[in-house]
């Protein structure tokens, strides 16, 4: 079974407007807000409909405070939600921000836990970011012979 995401993407060869809006996020030098101020509505609407992938976009720019009031509660619920519905990224991303301390009292070592079993289970933004905090080595590159 697909995502709805990607169902959406691919119905009628055309792409949905959530994807449109991802897009033009992740291609967007300014703020969403500088940009089409439907943007966030559009990706919490699909959010709200159950589309993990736009959860965690919305996680995303409340931590951020693109096109939306920076609300580190907000960003850590929604991480620690889809966590809890298996996307591993929302598992490292709720870990970071426990590291941290943004939106909960810091406390690195469960921050840590939760980025390194992300990590495992193969998100690789969880395995870069305890790159970042030194929690892990940088990985080695295979020397070409």
């Not at 921050?111 to 933004?125: E, F, S, T």
């Amino acid at each position: 079974m697909k995502p709805a995401i990607v169902n959406n993407a691919l119905g009628a060869g055309r792409p949905s407007r959530l994807l449109a809006a991802l897009a033009c996020l992740a291609l967007s030098p300014a703020p969403v807000s500088a940009q089409r101020p439907d943007q966030v509505e559009i990706i919490d609407s699909a959010c709200r409909g159950g589309d993990m992938l736009a959860c965690a976009n919305l996680a995303v720019l409340y931590r951020h405070g693109r096109g939306v009031p920076m609300d580190y509660g907000r960003a850590l619920k929604l991480s620690v939600e889809i966590c809890e519905r298996g996307v591993e990224f929302g598992c490292g991303y709720a870990g970071e921000m426990t590291f941290k301390g943004f939106g909960i009292a810091a406390n690195p070592d469960a921050g840590a836990k939760l980025m390194r079993r992300a990590c495992a289970r193969g998100d690789q933004w969880s395995c870069q970011a305890l790159v970042r905090h030194g929690l892990a080595p940088p990985p080695q590159r295979q020397s070409e012979n």
